[in-house]
């Protein structure tokens, strides 16, 4: 059996493989209220029944001023609970672990008249005005994480992967790039750090599952002021003491230019191995691990202990049963027997 099929523990969780789908907002609450609606049970449930072992779903809001569109997934209030409960359920029901993804986008609230941010610092030239945060407002963004870890509890998820990447809030706090506070949230990387060590008290103390963070490992800067590989190496010790189960390693998204650097399958990967080799915990790596080949290459090398799949499973739900048939893995078996007539 292939090492990307096969059943593992990863991450504190018990997974029957080691693909994962990426959170990927698709922007279907039509009623802007971060309802679930019958798109996000078709889309998710299509990948659960093509044998995913765990769906972390799309970023999902915190605080409605902390959504990336107003059509983002939202636990801000009681009342998203019990469609995201149903939604849970179904992908239980159809094989899948699921976990949420909890974000704050901070100055990438792109709908948002006045977005708030660490410091008054905008993302592109044709951004709004910022507010820049008070002690006071970070301290209920904190207990915000905490709130919606607590409704996702109850919706019965097995993980929570907090958003610390792709240049939204806890990421501009992160980067000296974006955070030019003078207080204790801003200037060293301790403080800098401060907030994303606060969310994570407030997740486990409302959530007894495994907590994972998604991080961009560089912000392509070039001012001599992002978190160098040493720095990230330090907040990965800080996030093993904190108790976070897993590093979802990713780059990018603070500022509005990409990779300076050829962008090739698995570009992303070297950032996760050197990550993983400096902490105690499980990374798993995304960006471009379309090929099945890569994928089990990857971790057969032991550079990243899981795999997430972001557009190749946009394009195709039968991801899972190609990549078994490219590996010669005979032991994987879909949802529904019915289903391997159409792989013969
Ligand atoms: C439509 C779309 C929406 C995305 N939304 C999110 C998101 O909500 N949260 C996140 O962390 N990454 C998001 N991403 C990034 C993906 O999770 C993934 O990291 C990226 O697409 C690279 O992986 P891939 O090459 O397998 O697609 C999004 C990507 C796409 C294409």
């Known amino acids: ?13 018990s997974l029957k493989n080691r693909v994962v789908m990426s959170p990927m907002c698709t922007y279907e609450v039509i009623r802007e209220n971060g309802i679930a609606t019958p798109f996000h049970f078709a889309h998710y449930g299509a990948r659960a029944i093509s044998g995913v072992g765990l769906i972390i779903t799309e970023s999902t809001a915190v605080d409605p001023r902390g959504r990336i569109s107003n059509n983002d997934l939202g636990l801000w209030n009681d009342e998203q609970v019990s469609e995201f409960s149903r939604l849970v359920d179904s992908l239980h029901y159809l094989g899948s672990k699921v976990g949420v993804q909890l974000n704050h986008a901070g100055r990438k609230a792109a709908d948002e008249d006045v977005p708030v941010a660490p410091s008054a ?12 945060l008070s002690k006071e407002d970070i301290a209920n963004i904190v207990a915000e994480f905490g709130q919606a870890a607590k409704r996702a509890s109850d919706a019965g998820v097995d993980m929570i992967e907090i958003h610390g990447a792709h240049g939204y809030l806890l990421n501009q706090f992160l980067s000296a790039v974006s955070n030019k506070r003078d207080d204790e949230y801003g200037g060293s990387l301790e403080n800098r750090f401060r907030i994303v060590s606060e969310v994570i008290d407030a997740v486990k103390a409302n959530f007894a599952g495994p907590i ?15 978190n160098t590989m040493g720095d990230w ?23 509005p230019k990409g990779p300076n650097f050829p962008v090739h399958d698995g570009y992303q990967t070297p950032f996760a191995t050197e990550l993983k080799n400096a902490v105690n915990i499980d990374v798993s790596t995304v960006g471009l691990l379309d090929n099945p080949g890569l994928a089990e290459y990857i971790l057969q090398n032991d550079q990243a202990d899981l795999i997430m799949e972001g557009r190749a499973l946009l394009r195709n739900t039968n991801w899972l049963a190609d990549a078994a048939k490219e590996l010669h893995d005979h032991d994987f078996k879909v949802f529904d027997a019915s289903y391997e007539r159409g792989q013969k």
């Open 1 to 13: 059996m292939s090492k990307l099929l096969a059943p593992a523990n990863v991450g504190g969780l």
């Open 121 to 132: 610092i905008a993302f592109s030239d044709d951004s709004n005005k910022l507010v820049e």
């Open 212 to 226: 994972w963070i998604r991080l961009s490992l560089t912000d392509y800067d070039e001012s001599g002021l992002q």
């Open 233 to 255: 190496e330090q907040i990965g010790k800080w996030l093993e003491e904190a108790g976070i189960k897993l590093i979802d390693v990713s780059t990018g998204g603070l500022l």
